[in-house]
T-cell receptor, first 113, second 113 residues
Framework: KAGVTQTPRYLIKTRGQQVTLSCSPISGHRSVSWYQQTPGQGLQFLFEYFSETQRNKGNFPGRFSGRQFSNSRSEMNVSTLELGDSALYLC????????????FGPGTRLTVL | QKEVEQDPGPLSVPEGAIVSLNCTYSNSAFQYFMWYRQYSRKGPELLMYTYSSGNKEDGRFTAQVDKSSKYISLFIRDSQPSDSATYLCAMSESGGGADGLTFGKGTHLIIQP
């Protein structure tokens, strides 16, 4: 069974631009979560989608948003990029929302110049 | 006080040694505890997933959870150079994507051949 896939793997953007990242969960998994990983803050929870609805959100500004499609694939969007948004963005999927293992993709490394 | 504390290391041990990695946490509502391994420029890989207090063994890996002390451990027996990576502890109340995972900062482990 294929794992979680993320595209693109690398991105370079400039301040003020916006970016869209894509995640395809493991086949059959319906819960998709997004995390940001930086050297200073570590891994931090952004939000979770299930059945095309955002169910939970971490402590990030409204510039960070996402959506989920009927096939469970998910996208996250960051608008008005700041230098501090440079990070590895990780997507994780699980079959159920609770009591279930989360499997991570390889991540998208975003650099904001 | 951070919710999850983890010594960043680096922790350097000779090949074949037993490795002990630990995390402490402050939120008594955490019920699910995980260990992930992350190689440089890769996504986290799930190693162990446990519920509540107790021990769980999988091959060379043993996870221990002591909820009364708010302390979790990962032991690696017969360590190999390929075990060199960053080890992240993670925990949550619901065990899935429903409430997001809270991560430690990770311990950088080096196994010397």
């Amino acid at each position: 069974k294929a794992g979680v896939t993320q595209t693109p793997r690398y991105l370079i953007k400039t301040r003020g631009q916006q970016v869209t990242l894509s995640c395809s969960p493991i086949s059959g998994h319906r819960s998709v979560s997004w995390y940001q990983q930086t050297p200073g803050q570590g891994l931090q929870f952004l939000f979770e989608y299930f059945s095309e609805t955002q169910r939970n959100k971490g402590n990030f500004p409204g510039r960070f948003s996402g959506r989920q499609f009927s096939n469970s694939r998910s996208e996250m969007n960051v608008s008005t990029l700041e230098l501090g948004d440079s990070a590895l963005y990780l997507c994780a999927s699980s079959l159920y929302r609770e009591s279930d293992e989360q499997f991570f993709g390889p991540g998208t490394r975003l650099t904001v110049l | 006080q951070k919710e999850v504390e983890q010594d960043p290391g680096p922790l350097s041990v000779p090949e074949g040694a037993i490795v002990s990695l630990n995390c402490t946490y402050s939120n008594s509502a955490f019920q699910y505890f995980m260990w992930y391994r992350q190689y440089s420029r890769k996504g986290p890989e799930l190693l162990m997933y446990t519920y509540s207090s107790g021990n769980k063994e999988d091959g060379r890996f043993t996870a221990q959870v002591d909820k009364s002390s708010k302390y979790i451990s990962l032991f690696i027996r017969d360590s190999q150079p390929s075990d060199s990576a960053t080890y992240l502890c993670a925990m949550s109340e619901s065990g899935g994507g429903a409430d997001g995972l809270t991560f430690g900062k990770g311990t950088h482990l080096i196994i010397q051949p």
